[in-house]
Structure formats: C-alpha cells, structure tokens
C-alpha cells in the first residue's frame, strides 16, 4: 500500500513536471520579447541577443515609440474603429440570419441553411474575391476590412443552434400575450441570448483586431492601415524580405529593442483582456463543438 | 404562399445576411470562371464580359509547370506534417491536464495554453524571429555560443518546414485541448471507480477508459482535419518564407497570391485556385460524409 502512494506522488511529478515546462514554453517568446523591449540597444548589443531578462531597465524603446506617435496613433484608431465597427456589423448581420433560419417552421429553412452551409465548403478563391472588392470600390475604405467577411459561417451555425434550443413555452407565452415578432426577438430571445452574443461578439472582435492578411491586400493608403500592417511592415524591414517599406521610422532598420517595444504594444491589449474572456471562448466551443 | 406572407418578418431579418452570402460567396464563385478566361489585369472584373474564353489553356499551363508538382507536394507535406505531429498534441496535453488533481493549478496552465491562439500570426512570426535570426536570435546566439557556428534557420531548406510545424503546433496546442477536456469532463466518474477498485492505476486508467470514452471526439476532429488537408496555413508562411525556401515551402495558395496579387496573372492564379477549391470541396464532403456514417450528426 505503501510503495503504491509513493508511485502516485511519483505520477503526479512527473506530469506536473512536463506541463510546467509545456507551460514555460508558451511563456518564453513573450518574456524574451517583454525583456528586449525594456533594455536599451547599447545593452542589447552587449550582450549579443542573450536576453531572457532585462539586467538595467530602460524605457527608451517606448519613448521612441510614443514620440512617433502619429502613424500609431493612427493606426490604432483604424485598428479600433475595424474592432468596432466591423464587430457590431457582424453581430446584426449573424444574428438577424440565425435568427430567421432557426425558425423550425419557416418555409424553405432548409434550401436556405444550404445555401449559407455550401459557402462553408466551397468557395471561389482569393482572386475573384479581390476583384470583387476591386470591382465594388471598397479597397482603401474601412469598409473593405468588415465588409467582406461580415458574416462567418461556423458563428452563423452556432448562433442558429442556440435560438434552435431555445424553449418553445418561452415564444408561446409571450404569442398568447399578444406579442409581434418584434416584440418577441427584442423582449424574449435577445435577453435570453446576452451569453452566445458576448462570445461570438469576441471570437469576432478578436479576429477583427489580429486580422492582417484582407487588410494588407485591400489597404494601400497609409492612413487606412491597422495596427498589424505597420507592425508587419516594422518586422519585415528588419528580416529578409523589405516587401513594403513603411515610412514609419528614420532610415537605419528600427532596431531590436523598438520591435520587442512595438510587439508588446499591439499585443498587451488582448494579453490583459483574453484571461477574462477565455471562459465565453470556452463556451462557445462547446456550444458550436462537435455534439455528444 | 400564404404560409410565407405569415412568415415575411423572419424573411425580411434574413434577407440582408442572404444578400451577403449572394455578393460575397456566390458571386467570387462566379467570378471564377475567370479562370477559361484572359482577364487583363487592368480591368479586373470591370472587363469580365468582353474577355475572351480560353477553355482549359490556364489549368494546363499550371499542371505542365515546373511548380506544380512542388506547390502541391509542399502542401500535402507541410500540411500532413501538421497534422502527424499537431493532431496528437492536444490530445496528450488534456489527458496530462486531466491528471493534474489540483483545479486551480489545471486552470491556470489550461489559461495560459490558451495565450498562442490570441495572438496573431503577425506577432508570432515576430518572435520567432526573434529567436531565430541570424543576428541577435536568442536560440541562434546560443547555438553559436556552443558550436561556433551561425545557423540560418528561416532561410535553410532542411529546417523551414520543422519551424513551420514547432511553431504551428505550439500556436494551436493549448486552444485544440479544450474541446477533449470538455469530452472528459462528460466521463462517468464511476467508470474510475471501479476501475481503481480493481487496482487499476492511474496511467492504466488514462489508457483505458479516458482515451476510448473521447475516442468518438478524435475521430470526428481527425475527419475535419483530413477535410483541411489543402489549408497548409497560408498566413503562417507567407510571413515567414523567403525566396531561398520557396522549393520546400510554397504551398498552392502561396503560389496563388504571388501570381495573382504581385504578377497580376488573375486569370491563371484564379485556375489554380480553383483547383484547390475543387479538390477542397471533395475532401470536405468526403469527411462530412464519413462522419454522418459513424452514426452521429456530422460535422455541421
């Protein structure tokens, strides 16, 4: 019995150990990244890219940052109107459409679900859908950044499964008392909804904020660009390919300390917010996840 | 039709959403057929209807091309890589999270498992290379520390595709975990029970009733992953890859962004992507299929 508990405490070690380092390893990029944006380039050139953590503190990095505020600046403005904007639009949008085809009894729900399911499957690639947003004028608009993937089909499934399962005594209480269907979706669902319109609110919100590849196809103007183009430009510069030159900074490639800086600027906002929020996520896995 | 009128709010709510999926969806799907055609990269769509039919010449060009048989052996490589070693991955991490005893230690480290899957690939690939460039990488300087030697590790053949799958697999371990940890939460704590009564231990448990109890959960997610074979993770490598690795890491949709966004050749890069579409689209319906045949309710 007794070598039996020590096999156990021997167990438990042992897989406490590995997650420890599993857990090290999602953590290290983001120390050494938080470290190199916190010592200044004459440190960082000392001690030749060993740097786990910073041995003298040194804000510079950030003062540079902030002092070429303007384009920042800029950018995160368009980066929070896209979160916004594009967010809100795709809530209405989904949710409208769930809505409507999670109605059991509505003629032709199910040729209309196909026809938003078919989309899941198929669809006509990365050129015709850039003509089009070519052809319809948006590129070099906001528009462009919400537009286009105003409703995701899986959120689309999800949402409708959730109105699906929504009990019918609830809707038929508020019939009998008279209600439009108006009255219905404002008084009795969308209450009822606040959880699954908070997680797939932030599954866009968030795709709306790290979302780079559309904006870097469609945005051209300076102006217009979001936070991740000017950080993929910054980081691009410094690595082999100088694809698009930014006019972000002075001649010389930003050095590594200002990258390190600029990371952490454009990512803290979701490393503060995601513990807090990870839960909906979860949630909203399991809602949309496999059934059974 | 007089069901319908009864009906007309819940078709007005849904009409703005179809018309979406009528401009956005079906309408590239249209446009397409720009692929049997020579669209001149001027007009774009603008010069659709006047442009000439060239029947199939655009699909031979691409399956005659000295890159075909790399663009698409480097998707199925890459891609199946992800898959052998980015498939089991999260499977193991939940049957390690399910063993630890303490729940707020689980939460924390299933919490910060989660934090790669928030972060974009623009910032990921910053970190890796700050850990991987040549100069002032932290692992390279380490490496030359030791060895003397600098390694270039994005712009070696031999090692790209292994930074594409450590870096795709530690993006995405921690997120694919929730979904068999929730499939082990379900389990019947009985089953342990008895099983412990019988003086199974605990590794025996793990082996014998948690992984078959999620069994049903693998096969399904492992169907979905066989329907996005072709979806080698375009975003990942366009920002990581550079012309010294293109002949092991151009995939199809690389090649279809640099054809058809930087060279312009629309109509030929639209053939090659639909290529892929076609091909997608029968995997995926495969994989949907099969699932339906196990008994359950699919994939959607």
Same mark, same amino acid.
């Given at each position: !019995?007794?070598?039996q ?15 420890l ?11 050494v990244?938080?470290s ?10 000392a001690r030749g ?5 910073? $041995?003298?503190?040194?804000f510079?990095?950030?003062?540079i940052?902030f ?6 600046f800029n950018?995160y403005?368009?980066?929070f109107?896209r979160v916004t ?10 949710t ?6 999670a109605?059991r009894?509505?003629?032709y729900?199910?040729?209309l679900?196909?026809f ?8 006509g ?5 850039f ?12 528009f462009a950044?919400?537009v286009?993937t105003?409703?995701n ?9 959730f109105f !699906?399962?929504?009990? $019918?005594d609830?809707i038929?209480a ?6 439009s269907?108006v009255r219905?979706?404002i008084s009795v669902?969308?209450?009822?909804? !606040?959880?699954?319109m908070?997680?797939?609110?932030l599954?866009y ?11 870097s196809?469609?945005?051209t103007?300076n102006e217009? $660009?979001?936070?991740?183009i000017?950080?993929r430009?910054?980081?691009n510069?410094?690595t082999?390919?100088?694809m ?12 590594a ?5 600029l990371?952490?600027f454009?990512t803290v ?16 896995? !399991?809602?949309?996840?496999? $059934?059974? | 039709m ?12 849904a009409?703005p959403?179809l ?6 969806h079906?309408? *590239?799907?249209? %446009? ?8 001149? *990269?001027?007009?774009g769509?603008?010069?659709f209807?006047?442009a ?8 031979e060009?691409?399956?005659?091309? +000295?890159?075909f048989l790399d663009?698409i ?6 891609s ?5 070693? %980015?498939?089991p991955?999260p499977?193991?991490?939940a049957?390690?999270l399910?063993e ?8 924390i ?6 934090l790669p ?6 910032v990921?690939?910053?970190m ?10 932290l ?7 030791f060895?003397?030697s600098?390694?270039?590790f994005?712009?070696?053949?031999d ?8 870096s795709?697999?530690?993006k995405?371990? %921690?997120?694919?975990?929730i ?6 939460s379900s ?7 008895s099983a412990?009564?019988?003086?199974a ?8 009733i948690t992984? *078959?109890?999620?069994?049903?959960v693998?096969v399904i997610m492992?169907?979905l ?10 975003e990942?490598?366009l920002?990581?890859?550079? *012309?010294? +690795? ?11 962004y640099?054809?058809g966004l ?9 053939a090659? %992507?639909?290529?892929?579409?076609v ?6 319906y ?8 196990l008994g359950?309710t699919?994939?959607?």
């Open positions: !019995m007794k070598s508990y020590k096999t156990e405490i021997f167990y438990n070690y042992i897989i406490i150990g590995i997650l380092i599993l857990t090290l390893s999602f953590l290290l990029p983001f120390i990244v938080l190199t944006s916190l010592i200044s380039e004459a440190e960082w050139a890219g060993h740097v786990l953590y910073p $041995k003298k503190i040194s510079v990095a950030y003062d940052l002092g070429k505020s303007y384009v920042l950018a403005q368009i980066t109107l904007l594009g967010t809100f639009c795709n809530l209405l949008f989904t409208t459409l769930a809505y409507a085809l109605q009894d509505l003629p729900r199910i040729p679900t196909f938003v399911f078919f989309t899941m499957v198929f669809n690639g990365l050129i015709p859908q003509l089009l947003v070519d052809f319809l004028n948006l590129r070099n608009t906001i950044l919400f286009p105003l409703i089909g899986w959120y689309f499934l999800i949402m409708r499964n !699906m399962n929504i009990p $019918k609830l038929d508020a019939i009998i008392d008279g209600a269907p219905i979706l669902v969308l209450p009822l909804s !606040m959880p699954v908070a997680t797939i609110g599954f919100a968030v795709y709306h904020w790290n979302e780079w590849f559309y904006a196809i469609y945005i103007d217009l $660009k979001p936070m991740q000017i950080l430009g910054l980081l510069q410094a082999m390919e100088g698009e030159n930014i006019s972000f900074m002075e001649q010389p490639p930003p050095g300390s200002l990258r390190a800086a990371i952490i454009s906002p979701i490393l503060v917010v995601y513990p807090f929020i990870q839960r909906y996520f979860v949630k909203g896995i !399991m809602i949309g996840g496999v $059934k059974g | 007089k069901k319908i009128w009864k009906y007309r709010f819940y078709y007005y709510l009409l959403g018309i979406y999926f009528i401009i956005f079906y309408v *590239p799907m249209g %446009g397409a057929l720009i692929a049997f055609k020579d669209i001149s *990269p001027f007009d769509l603008r010069g209807f006047d000439p039919w060239v029947g199939f010449k655009h699909f060009r691409f399956t005659s091309s +000295v890159y663009v052996e480097n998707t199925l490589i890459i199946g890589l992800k898959i052998l070693f %980015g498939f991955a499977i193991i991490l049957l390690l399910n630890v005893l303490r729940m707020s230690l689980k939460r480290m299933q919490t910060i498992s989660y899957h928030f972060i974009s690939w623009v990921t690939a910053g890796i290379t700050a850990l991987l460039a040549t100069s002032g990488g692992l390279t300087e380490t490496i030359n520390d060895t003397g600098n390694i270039n994005l712009g070696n053949k090692y790209f595709v292994g930074i594409l799958v450590t795709h697999v530690w995405t371990i %921690g997120w694919s975990s979904i068999y940890l929730a499939a082990m389990i019947d704590p009985a089953l342990y029970e412990r009564i019988d003086g231990n605990r590794l025996q448990m793990a082996w014998h992984l *078959p109890s999620i069994m049903f693998i492992f169907l992953e066989i329907g996005n074979l072709l979806e080698a993770g375009f990942q490598i920002l990581l890859y550079s *012309p010294s +690795v293109y002949k092991v890491a151009d995939i199809i949709d690389t090649f279809v640099r054809e930087l060279a312009l050749k629309y109509s030929f890069a639209a090659v %992507g639909l290529f892929k579409a091909i997608a689209f029968v995997l995926l495969t994989a949907n299929r099969l699932a339906n045949r359950q699919g994939l959607w």
